[in-house]
């Protein structure tokens, strides 16, 4: 009978790389490690590791297993999380995968949020680059939740998708570039004959400066950066222009950069990923807190366009 321990070494051997490192990283003597997955390999009656040299290679059966092998674990672990939070409310850990966006706004806020309403919950995130790598670690189970930006519903067998909001794109400036006087918006022909600072393909802002880029023309790259963190700086650097989600508008005026909004806007819609099926008492927090929230602001919203309505009607 294949028990949880198995599984959770085996995962540990296929996320730290080998035996040793996973030795290392569950405080277990090797021997031990090698033995109990020798035990998991008979009672599937696959081999899940090849041995080359001194190194384990997955094999075609153990790249099929690790998936499946993280779920259950997921999924033992929502059990015994909803026992847990019976009588103590929510606690434990939810592993978030987001977007560097997203994971700066709506997540920051998010958490700040749990904190209030559920004190024993712990959340982790992880960064991806683009929201198909978000999708793919909740499904793989890396993850319980997802966060990302993407034009398209995510969708893969088993997910659930949530709307959040439309998460609207900004071009942030070293100060004093557009003359004084300009208003608050720009034109994409306005970007003309401007350098800007980059992210890897792949990024929902890689994509609008490529579209910018093929229908204004005349954009240059000055920079092109993997580390989404240092647009900023570099456009305050006067290196280049930079297009950046809402999250960063805030952080943006503060360091003294000017941002402007499009006219029209360009937006893209966010969302909330996750499995279907039973979550742990942690994760459906996160889940209920991030909703919760989008219904606030819809009402609120709701409530804003009634006032209007009214006093135009005065």
Known sequence: MVERRQLEYFVAIVEHGGFTHAARALHVAQPSLSRAIGNLERELGVTLFHRVGRNAVL??????????????????????????SLGDGAVGR??????SSSGLEPVTSIIAELRERHPGVTVSTSSAMAAAEVVAMVSQG?????VCGSAQRPA????????????????VLPPGTLPAGAGPTVRPEDLRGMRF??????????????????????????????????VLP??????????????????ARRAGADVYRFSPPERLAQWLVHRAGPVTAATRAFIDT??????DRAVSAGADADADAEDASR
């Open 197 to 230: 600072v980059v992210t890897g393909p792949a990024t929902a802002v890689r994509a609008l400066f490529d579209r910018f880029s093929a229908t204004v023309g005349d954009l240059t790259v000055a920079a092109e950066v993997g580390d989404r963190s240092v």
């Open 290 to 295: 991030t909703l919760s929230r989008v219904k």
């Open 234 to 251: 570099m456009v305050l650097k006067g290196i280049g222009a930079g297009l950046m989600p809402d999250g960063w508008a805030d952080l």
């Open 142 to 146: 890396r993850c319980e939740v997802g």
């Open 156 to 171: 893969g067998q088993g997910l659930v998708a949530h709307y959040l909001r439309d998460e609207e794109f900004l071009l």
């Open 94 to 99: 939810v592993d978030v995968a987001a977007t």
């Open 59 to 84: 094999s075609t059966a153990g790249e099929a297993m690790a998936d499946r092998a993280r779920l259950v674990l997921r999924d033992l672990e929502a059990m015994r999380a909803a026992a847990r």
